[in-house]
């Protein structure tokens, strides 16, 4: 088994050709003590009906989200890599992505994504065991689904609500769970990624969020810089239909087999 080891803003993927695998298999590989470690697997198929190839995501737990930002970029570096193409089309399961590697095909690189649309939804007030009332939270929707808690956090917050938001019954798919801080510049976020759990970054989460506080009135719509654990990404509109942007980096890591 060939695979390549990628990382966008700390999240972290083995990147490899075809499928087939078994939610244990997905396990195995991702545990970080007795495989190779990463926060999922992501599986590139061939260029065929008009796209230059396309993009499964597999979570550590095994699970299969709709969509990954962080991911796509490492995918499409890993297509820029193969064929020397720059501007490319993905197939994903939340859609085709146009994606744009901006600075050639080295191992460090800055990718722009057209997310698509993505869209605020409503504010729910949840219970939640862990906390001491009923949280607010901003439900939004990046191709993947999302509860967007605003306000000052630390990390037991994170560590205390995170599962329990992102599991919550109310939620029959699960959610990502975002936890946001509006700066005067930027967002500062942390995510409880569904089938993952906390991450150093995710790519639909700081979509969301944006788009989250512009409807809100927290920030300004225009380009908005989401500072992650793993690093920062700018999001920005895209038309007048709800579309953005993403844009953040890319690495290579290593090669390897197994």
Known sequence: MEF???????NDFVVMDGDGFSDDDVRALCDRHYGIGADGILFVGPATGGVDGSMIVRN?????????????????????????????????????KACEVLDGTSAHNRVRI?????????????????????????????????????????????????????THSVFPRGTNAEF???????????????????????????????????????????????????????IAPAGDAGEVTLEGGAVFVFRGSR
């Open 4 to 10: 390549e080891k990628y990382q966008g803003t700390g």
């Open 180 to 234: 946001a801080d509006v700066q005067s510049d930027h967002i500062r976020l942390v995510v409880w990624e569904r089938g993952v759990g906390r991450t150093l970054a995710c790519g639909t989460g700081a979509c969301a969020t944006a788009v989250a506080a512009w409807e809100q009135g927290l920030a300004p719509r225009g380009p908005t810089e989401v500072r992650l654990p793993g690093g920062p990404l700018v």
């Open 114 to 166: 057209a997310m698509g649309r993505v869209v605020a939804l409503d504010t729910i007030h949840l219970p939640v065991p862990s906390a001491k009332s009923h949280v607010e939270l901003v439900l939004a929707d990046a191709g993947n689904p999302h509860a967007i808690r605003f306000g000052s956090w630390d990390e037991a917050l994170v560590e205390k609500m995170g599962l329990s938001i992102a």
């Open 60 to 96: 550590a737990d095994g699970s299969r989200p709709e969509m990954c930002g962080n991911g796509l970029r490492c995918v499409a570096l890993y297509i820029a890599r193969k064929t020397g193409k720059f501007s490319l089309q993905i197939a994903t399961d939340a859609g085709i």
